[in-house]
């Protein structure tokens, strides 16, 4: 499998001599778990269950930090290629408001090493989110 490249910070295709790159292997799982960590939830109209319920968890007041870590673990779990999930970090300031960007540091294992030699995938991902600014 493998898919075209993206840029990681600005989410344009990535071109080289006038052709589209593609990416293949633990890279090709790289991009496809950023690409799935920054879906919203609903936001794709024919697979209503793809992408993170941002709304009603990630970003509702009150949440426990265990409730969103399972809601990227659930969704890192599901990319193809990814195998299992050995640590999710969400800091106190993972979702920094004045910014409006959250950091999410993860370690995955994936399919692509032998079972008895995996080597972790380690990505950290910023993802822009709105936020509205609290009234005081």
């Known amino acids: 499998m493998s898919q ?5 910070i ?3 295709l990535v071109r080289e001599n006038g052709s589209f790159v593609r990416v ?3 890279e090709e ?3 496809h778990s950023r690409v799935r960590l920054r879906l919203f939830r609903f936001e ?3 697979n209503l269950a793809l992408g993170l319920n941002y709304v009603g968890i990630v970003l509702a007041k009150g949440t426990p930090v265990g409730d969103i870590e399972g809601e990227f673990r659930v969704q890192l779990l599901d990319t193809p290629g990814i195998v299992e999930v050995d640590r999710i970090n ?3 300031t993972a979702l920094q408001r004045q910014r ?3 950091v999410i540091d993860f370690v995955a294992k994936t399919d692509e090493d032998d079972l008895a030699a995996r080597t972790p995938l380690h990505d950290r991902i910023t993802i822009p989110i709105a936020v509205t600014p609290e009234t005081t």
């Open 29 to 31: 799982i790289a991009q």
């Open 24 to 26: 293949t292997g633990r």
């Open 10 to 12: 600005t989410g344009d």
């Open 100 to 102: 409006r960007e959250g």
């Open 4 to 8: 075209f490249k993206v840029d990681a």
């Open 90 to 92: 969400l800091s106190q």
């Open 44 to 46: 794709v109209p024919f």
